[in-house]
T-cell receptor, first 114, second 114 residues
């Protein structure tokens, strides 16, 4: 049973560029959430996708956008990259959006903006 | 708004001893879930234990137990018989029906000494 997978593992981009991160949820899961984790801090919620729609959004600018596909996989896009966007980006999947469901996290994508 | 507070940036424990990691939370919701995650240096977030706000008994999972005191809004993690492999960052998190997302604390770095 495959867990949550994310690609790429590491990424280096230049300020002003655009980046796309990808996530495949655990088998049987239909909800994907994205988090940004800066060094030494806890993850910050970016947004959540369920039934191909953005259901919840954290305090992130419109430069951060996403998409969920019919197979429940998801993409996170960040435009006009800033140095402050350097972080570990975590994807988590769950079954439904209820708080009772355990989230399974992927290994993350480490983004470095230079 | 939800908030998680972890007041111990770093903790040390001797191998085979027990350790308690503190977590307090703030929410106006009546229905919520509390989680603890372990994050090794590799970066992957590993689910440890879950406690629902209506659960009357404290959750236990092997060497992990959650000391849930609802009136005090605390959800401390107790790790018994510490092992060297327990050295990692530990995050407390909560979700609620209204918020629909997980809010994380800033984490506690646990170091197990041989």
């Amino acid at each position: 049973d495959a867990g949550v997978t994310q690609s790429p593992t590491h990424l280096i981009k230049t300020r002003g560029q655009q980046v796309t991160l990808r996530c495949s949820p655990k088998s049987g899961h239909d909800t994907v959430s994205w988090y940004q984790q800066a060094l030494g801090q806890g993850p910050q919620f970016i947004f959540q996708y369920y039934e191909e729609e953005e259901r919840q959004r954290g305090n992130f600018p419109d430069r951060f956008s996403g998409h969920q596909f019919p197979n429940y996989s998801s993409e996170l896009n960040v435009n006009a990259l800033l140095l402050g966007d350097s972080a570990l980006y975590l994807c988590a999947s769950s079954l439904g959006t209820s708080q009772a469901y355990e989230q399974y996290f992927g290994p993350g994508t480490r983004l470095t903006v230079t | 708004a939800q908030k998680i507070t972890q007041t111990q940036p770093g903790m040390f424990v001797q191998e085979k001893e027990a350790v308690t990691l503190d977590c307090t939370y703030d929410t106006s919701d009546q229905s919520y879930g509390l989680f603890w995650y372990k994050q090794p240096s590799s970066g992957e977030m590993i689910f440890l234990i879950y406690q629902g706000s209506y659960d009357e008994q404290n959750a236990t999972e092997g060497r992990y137990s959650l000391n849930f005191q609802k009136a005090r809004k605390s959800a401390n993690l107790v790790i018994s018989a510490s092992q060297l492999g327990d050295s990692a960052m530990y995050f407390c998190a909560m979700t609620s029906t209204n918020a629909g997302k997980s809010t994380f604390g800033d984490g506690t770095t646990l170091t197990v000494k041989p």
